[in-house]
């Protein structure tokens, strides 16, 4: 759930103070106390730890919350207010934008950062996802959500299609041929191709050069065919029964995984846990995973790790936060949590390639996902409002025509719904 609009052109102009940041004085020899907050699962516990154990100046506090709009929305509120933030802040992909154009609030890690965390230590479009329009490097990258296709092996076997990753990779080498596979498995068996439209739609509107803002911060939703394309697309789909009409992440949808309700699942790298937990031990070996995904790939997640002027620590937050996003600590991260690397050398670490998922049969899934990741191109530009249209625009829009709203007036609430929210 995304976090609601905040003012903060207030702030522009005013320094940092940092009442709440952190404390200790770098300056007197004594302890130097930084905070970190981050939301739902960075898999920092143990990192963090070992962070104050090889700088024993330096004491950290995690502050840690469990849901990401709630995170954000506070996020937004201490930036209003000046004061409050943590040292080191994570930013989520989808609310990226509500900060990348307020620079002004944060320190520049260009200027502050350490000098081994250089901008080609990351994916060229992870690192540009993070940095300003006037420059401004304001996020080293954490975890990236690279696109694959997981599947049911029994579903498509039962409908006639191929299963193996292998021979099945023609049917998700495009969306054409995605949704023309879908029309098959509908006529054959009668059941869902995908859980939602809106699921869909994300993936295909995240491979787009630009996303619902253009490069000038005007909204483009309408003046970007390519959207519309879509939409028509992946709308005639879920009219031909290819959409469960599942919303993600709800219990419906958890319970859908168990029950077969759908066929095929777009999935980012994280994703594969979700898959795991929900689908359940009963349909262990039912599930696999294919680096086929249509349009060639794309990113699905994502965060950062900013450093807010309010820091009375700036360097010191630096540190820590390069410390963490380095490929040796990423690479823990992502056997902790399975939060894919975004690090260059980390995607070629043996460590990370030769990962695997029983659950997903023997699949080299570090390796699969690390090359899913060298697919995308170049950073999507999200301005400021992307994330809230895709929220409550787009996906509220795609529920109500899959519950019977026509796809054309679909489209004019999407686009109404959007022009409200960029104002």
Known sequence: MLAGAIALAAVAGLAACGEEGSS???????????????????????????????????????????????????????????????????????????????????NDLADIGPAD?????????????????????????????????????????????????????????????????????????????????????????????????DKDDKLAIESNPDIKENWDQVTEAGNNGQTAKLVAFSPEWNTGFKQGAFATKTCPSWMLGVVKEQAGAANAGKWAVTDAFPGGGGNWGGSFLAVPKQSQHPKEAAELAAWL????QQIKAFQKTGNFPSQVEALSSPELLNTTNDYFGDVKVGELFAAQAQKVGQAQYKG????????????????????????EDGWDQAVEAAKRIVG
């Not at 209003?80 to 002004?104: F, M, R, T, W, Y």
């Not at 579903?155 to 495009?174: Q, R, Y």
């Not at 409002?385 to 709203?405: P, R």
């Open 325 to 328: 996003t380095a490929p040796e």
């Open 24 to 106: 200790g004085d770098p300056g007197d020899g004594g302890q130097i106390e930084l905070t970190i907050g981050t939301f739902t699962e960075f898999g920092y516990e143990d990192l963090l730890t070992q962070y104050q154990d090889l700088h024993p100046n330096i004491t950290i506090t995690h502050h840690k919350t469990g849901e990401g709009g709630a995170y954000h929305q506070q996020l937004l509120t201490k930036l209003a207010a000046n004061s409050g933030l943590e040292d080191v802040v994570a930013i989520e992909e989808a609310h990226l934008p509500d900060v990348i154009d307020k620079p002004q609030l944060f």
């Open 384 to 407: 400021p409002g992307d994330g809230k249209i895709q929220e409550n625009a787009t996906k509220t829009a795609l529920q109500a025509v899959e519950q019977g709203k026509s796809p």
């Open 117 to 213: 965390a250089k901008p080609d230590r990351w994916l060229d479009w992870k690192y540009q996802s993070g940095v300003a329009k006037d420059g401004t490097w304001i996020g080293y990258g954490t975890d990236i959500g690279p696109l694959a296709m997981c599947y049911r092996k029994d579903l498509l076997e039962a409908a006639g299609l191929p299963a193996d990753p292998e021979s099945v990779k023609p049917l998700f080498e495009s969306w054409d041929s995605y949704f023309a596979a879908g029309d098959t498995y509908v006529e054959k068996t009668g059941k869902a191709w995908f859980d939602s439209t809106s699921q869909i739609f994300n993936a295909m509107q995240n491979q787009l050069e630009t996303g619902y803002i």
